[in-house]
């Protein structure tokens, strides 16, 4: 279905009859008010093409893009290839708008496989267990009060956290008034106490100085178990920074970050899944292609537990989770999982919606949720 798109590639078709075309690129950024623009790379062609290097830029991102035609003259061919040398004439063909789409969106080649972590090493188990997908739901609210306990730590080093606030909402209404509420104790411990009949599932909001507000969804506890654990970690400024670095893009504070992860049925890591943030549902719709978010962008965590670019890393590794950057933020965005069931689907290009999950993005925090096959209420 997305298996034709690309980004950081143009075609350039001028007319005329030049002898050489000069490319040049700027990036377009807000500052102060003002839209200013950066120089990011120029480059000379007698070809009426020309694909960008892989890296070159940054999806999400604005650029600008100015062709100009050269007559006669040298243009450097191979040996010098920027420089124009006289006599020449030079003009202006082509000024156009360019904004990369989602490099992780991409169809996959290879169909999802589970995988389960033995003695330090990732194991594959087979084709991802689907079995439950679009079964019913059977989840259940609370049928007693449930105490839940547990330790804040951080999410990049571990260390236990004090003065967080944690609270808890029903589902993902993580803009809602909370059902309980804690803060952490000098030992990073916290206890709260969620009511019979709440449920079936519940989110978290982890709140604390230096700290990006962060939401963990999709939490589910046993309805008939008075007394249960959760570990939260919040993310860190400086880590959530790190993160969207390793792929070469700043994080922006007008929108949102998202980490998540997909498990199959058996509760295992799903490879090869593709990963996107939709304004609208496609759950038990035929044939649906999902409305992407603008400038959304997502990378797969390979296997040093960081996020790599689609050329190193386009779908799901055996860690079976990613990263959605640059989100914008709005009140009900649909995270959606796609792949192949096995070999037969991605000969016959029948991708299918896996996980699905709706919540909304805040400017400045951070999403983490992990995804379960899409069941029906």
Known sequence: ???????SRGTLRPSGTPTAYAVYVYRLYPSAGQTKQE??????TTETSLQFPEDLLV????????????????HGGTAAPSRIAPPHAFGSVLTGMLVPGNPGFLAPTVPLKAWARSGGTWVEQGPANLACLNTPDGGTPLAV????TGTVTDFQDGTTLSGVDVAAFENQDVLGTPVATAVSGSDGSYSLVLSSGQGPRFSYRLRQT?????????????PDTANQTTSLSPIAVTSANAITAAVGVQRSTTRGLLIGGIRDCDGNQVSGAIATLSSSSCAGVSD??????????????????????????????ELGSFVVMEIPPTPAAYLQVWGYRDQAAVDAGNLELIAEIKAPVVADTVIKVDLDPLRTP
């Open 210 to 222: 230096n700290y990006l507000d962060t939401y963990r969804l999709n939490e589910t506890y046993n």
């Open 59 to 74: 999806d999400g991102q604005t650029y600008v893009l100015i062709v100009a035609a050269i007559e006669n003259g040298d």
């Open 39 to 44: 120089f990011v790379a120029s480059f000379m």
């Open 1 to 7: 279905m997305w298996a034709q798109r690309r980004s």
């Open 288 to 317: 649906c292609e999902p409305s992407e978010l603008a400038g959304v962008q997502t990378y797969y965590t390979s296997t040093n537990g960081l996020p790599a670019r689609a050329t190193q890393q386009a779908s799901t590794s």
């Open 145 to 148: 009060d449930v105490t839940v």
